[in-house]
């Protein structure tokens, strides 16, 4: 057996017990950064809020973003139903710095691509999809639960101007972002609509944008403006429209007329925000003048309402002082005759009073208001001086008809009732009443006239002309032209005779100069005469 070398004896070392390694250093750095992002992402998380919606149309979790002016201050992290299953919860988490727009009064609502008001927008939607849009709010108490708006809405609470309620009997054409305008104008839209709470008629809050807010005053008058105002009535037919746009989208348009407010106020005084104001259906409605205190007075008419429509003026001399309110036609059976009642209305504060000294005497009614002696005096007048209504055609193209008030001098006496509620006034015949029966008269006395005899003596005369047209043609045409033929051929010998170049026209002419020249002598003769007298007995001197 070979000897084998000696081999070096194993030594055992024992290792420290908290000897680390380097290879711990990577899962250490790894840790440390993600306990740092943590610890930063909760530092940065803002605030969680609840937005309900109605659908959850377009809205997805880890997806759908919430902007502000174009700005990502959040992210949608959860779509669930409500627990009554009517809406859409929509959970969210906005940025810290986004903490103050969460404000009470904010406002959420989803982007889509839409059409108001003549124009498109959120058309950027349709490649990038669809977000949450967010509109601060002027509230400083801050909330965490909102009720998003299903309309976007078209003023947000960036833009200058002010908004202001108006108040329709109906929508009509306007829609959100139906245009406003002042002078043709446009100076705002139409932020959004709902309907009365007792259903009577329709709310509507405007956006009027700076500066031009400041010309919508206490006594600014507005209308609507949609579409072409096409009006065929008793002063014949019109047209108006503010613009193009107006009649497709429709729109609101607002002056403010002359002494709107009365003596004394400033008409430039701005509205205040939010300030309430009356819808008119047109212009012309719009700045009527106030009609105040109204009285309403029957009227009955014996011949056709045709023509008569509700709110066709009351006339009195050009001015108007009411309206017809309604026509109707009545039986009295006692009578057997058909009445056609028209109720009208007059407003006395149309009809200016005029004071003695800026009081009413006695005799002229003291202490009675206005509108008490309009009264006294219209009944006055129609007792003693022949004050009726009556019909008139307003315009020949439509036929339409009017009340008008006028004195008759022909008018009879007539007793009015002032207790009977409403008052009756006395009516005369109309003009075109009074044309009809004329031209009935007429046609009544020519039907008794006896066209045939007279047709008959016509033909005799006819007749006798005639046979003196044949005679005159048969025995006087020849003699009157041979005298014409005569006269024809004296004419021309006297034209050859007085032509220029004829032997009679020179021997004339040379006489006519014999004459100058002894006219000439004559008067050489009596030039030297009237120097020289002698000279008939001497002779003529040197």
Same mark, same amino acid.
């Given at each position: 057996?070979?000897?084998?070398?000696?081999?070096?004896?194993?030594?055992?070392?024992?290792?420290?017990?908290?000897?680390?390694?380097?290879?711990?250093?990577?899962?250490?750095?790894?840790?440390?950064?993600?306990?740092?992002?943590?610890?930063?992402?909760?530092?940065?998380?803002?605030?969680?809020?609840?937005?309900?919606?109605?659908?959850?149309?377009?809205?997805?979790?880890?997806?759908?973003?919430?902007?502000?002016?174009?700005?990502?201050?959040?992210?949608?992290?959860?779509?669930?139903?409500?627990?009554?299953?009517?809406?859409?919860?929509?959970?969210?988490?906005?940025?810290?710095?986004?903490?103050?727009?969460?404000?009470?009064?904010?406002?959420?609502?989803?982007?889509?691509?839409?059409?108001?008001?003549?124009?498109?927008?959120?058309?950027?939607?349709?490649?990038?999809?669809?977000?949450?849009?967010?509109?601060?709010?002027?509230?400083?108490?801050?909330?965490?639960?909102?009720?998003?708006?299903?309309?976007?809405?078209?003023?947000?609470?960036?833009?200058?101007?002010?908004?202001?309620?108006?108040?329709?009997?109906?929508?009509?054409?306007?829609?959100?972002?139906?245009?406003?305008?002042?002078?043709?104008?446009?100076?705002?839209?139409?932020?959004?609509?709902?309907?009365?709470?007792?259903?009577?008629?329709?709310?509507?809050?405007?956006?009027?944008?700076?500066?031009?807010? %400041?010309?919508?005053?206490?006594? @600014? /008058?507005?209308?609507? +403006?949609?579409?072409? #105002?096409?009006?065929?009535?008793?002063? $014949? &037919?019109?047209?108006?429209?503010?613009?193009?746009?107006?009649?497709?989208?429709?729109?609101?348009?607002?002056?403010?007329?002359?002494?709107?407010?009365?003596?004394?106020?400033?008409?430039?005084?701005?509205?205040?925000?939010?300030?309430?104001?009356?819808?008119?259906?047109?212009?012309?409605?719009?700045?009527?003048?106030?009609?105040?205190?109204?009285?309403?007075?029957?009227?009955?008419?014996?011949?056709?309402?045709?023509?008569?429509?509700?709110?066709?003026?009351?006339?009195?001399?050009?001015?108007?002082?009411?309206?017809?309110?309604?026509?109707?036609?009545?039986?009295?059976?006692?009578?057997?005759?058909?009445?056609?009642?028209?109720?009208?209305?007059?407003?006395?504060?149309?009809?200016?009073?005029? %004071?003695?000294?800026?009081?009413? @005497? /006695?005799?002229?009614? +003291?202490?009675?208001? #206005?509108?008490?002696?309009?009264?006294? $005096? &219209?009944?006055?007048?129609?007792?003693?001086?022949?004050?009726?209504?009556?019909?008139?055609?307003?315009?020949?193209?439509?036929?339409?008809?009017?009340?008008?008030?006028?004195?008759?001098?022909?008018?009879?006496?007539?007793?009015?009732?002032?207790?009977?509620?409403?008052?009756?006034?006395?009516?005369?015949?109309?003009?075109?009443?009074?044309?009809?029966?004329?031209?009935?008269?007429?046609?009544?006395?020519?039907?008794?006239?006896?066209?045939?005899?007279?047709?008959?003596?016509?033909?005799?005369?006819?007749?006798?002309?005639?046979?003196?047209?044949?005679?005159?043609?048969?025995?006087?045409?020849?003699?009157?032209?041979?005298?014409?033929?005569?006269?024809?051929?004296?004419?021309?010998?006297?034209? %050859?005779?007085?032509?220029?170049? @004829?032997?009679?026209?020179?021997?004339?002419?040379?006489?006519?100069?014999?004459?100058?020249?002894?006219?000439?002598?004559?008067?050489?003769?009596?030039?030297?005469?009237?120097?020289?007298?002698?000279?008939?007995?001497?002779?003529?001197?040197?």
């Amino acid at each position: 057996m070979t000897d084998l070398p000696d081999i070096p004896e194993a030594r055992v070392k024992t290792r420290g017990r908290f000897r680390f390694d380097l290879i711990w250093l990577v899962p250490l750095i790894a840790a440390l950064i993600g306990g740092w992002l943590g610890v930063r992402a909760i530092l940065e998380r803002g605030p969680t809020v609840t937005i309900t919606f109605q659908t959850a149309e377009g809205l997805e979790a880890g997806k759908t973003y919430i902007s502000y002016k174009d700005v990502k201050v959040g992210l949608v992290k959860k779509v669930s139903l409500s627990e009554d299953r009517s809406r859409v919860e929509v959970t969210a988490e906005f940025t810290r710095e986004a903490a103050p727009m969460l404000v009470e009064d904010s406002r959420f609502w989803v982007v889509r691509p839409r059409f108001s008001g003549g124009q498109f927008s959120g058309l950027n939607t349709l490649l990038a999809g669809e977000h949450i849009e967010l509109d601060v709010g002027k509230s400083a108490t801050p909330s965490r639960q909102f009720t998003g708006l299903e309309v976007a809405p078209i003023v947000t609470s960036s833009l200058p101007g002010r908004a202001f309620m108006l108040r329709a009997p109906d929508l009509g054409s306007l829609d959100v972002g139906s245009p406003i305008f002042y002078r043709r104008l446009k100076v705002g839209q139409v932020d959004s609509f709902e309907l009365e709470k007792d259903g009577s008629g329709v709310s509507l809050k405007i956006f009027v944008q700076a500066p031009y807010d %400041r010309y919508v005053t206490p006594g @600014s /008058r507005f209308w609507n +403006a949609s579409g072409v #105002d096409l009006t065929m009535d008793s002063s $014949g &037919l019109r047209v108006q429209t503010q613009s193009l746009m107006s009649v497709m989208v429709g729109g609101v348009a607002f002056e403010t007329p002359p002494g709107a407010y009365g003596a004394g106020a400033d008409d430039s005084t701005p509205a205040k925000a939010n300030a309430t104001f009356l819808l008119h259906g047109d212009r012309a409605a719009a700045m009527k003048a106030p009609d105040g205190e109204m009285q309403v007075y029957l009227l009955n008419f014996k011949e056709s309402l045709r023509g008569l429509s509700r709110g066709a003026p009351l006339d009195f001399r050009g001015i108007v002082v009411g309206e017809v309110l309604a026509t109707g036609v009545e039986y009295e059976p006692g009578r057997e005759w058909f009445n056609f009642p028209v109720y009208v209305a007059l407003y006395p504060e149309r009809i200016r009073v005029v %004071r003695q000294g800026g009081k009413a @005497s /006695r005799k002229s009614g +003291a202490g009675l208001s #206005d509108a008490q002696l309009v009264k006294r $005096g &219209l009944v006055t007048a129609m007792i003693e001086r022949g004050f009726r209504a009556q019909l008139r055609t307003g315009s020949l193209v439509t036929g339409q008809l009017y009340v008008a008030l006028d004195f008759f001098k022909d008018a009879k006496p007539v007793a009015i009732d002032t207790k009977q509620t409403p008052p009756e006034l006395p009516t005369v015949r109309g003009d075109l009443e009074d044309l009809q029966q004329s031209l009935k008269s007429i046609a009544k006395s020519l039907s008794g006239v006896k066209f045939d005899e007279i047709g008959a003596g016509v033909q005799q005369t006819l007749a006798s002309v005639n046979q003196i047209l044949q005679h005159f043609d048969k025995e006087l045409a020849p003699e009157l032209k041979a005298s014409l033929h005569d006269l024809q051929r004296t004419l021309k010998a006297a034209e %050859r005779t007085l032509a220029t170049d @004829s032997p009679v026209m020179s021997e004339v002419l040379n006489a006519a100069h014999e004459v100058s020249r002894a006219a000439q002598s004559l008067r050489s003769l009596a030039d030297l005469l009237d120097r020289q007298p002698e000279a008939l007995i001497k002779g003529k001197q040197p």
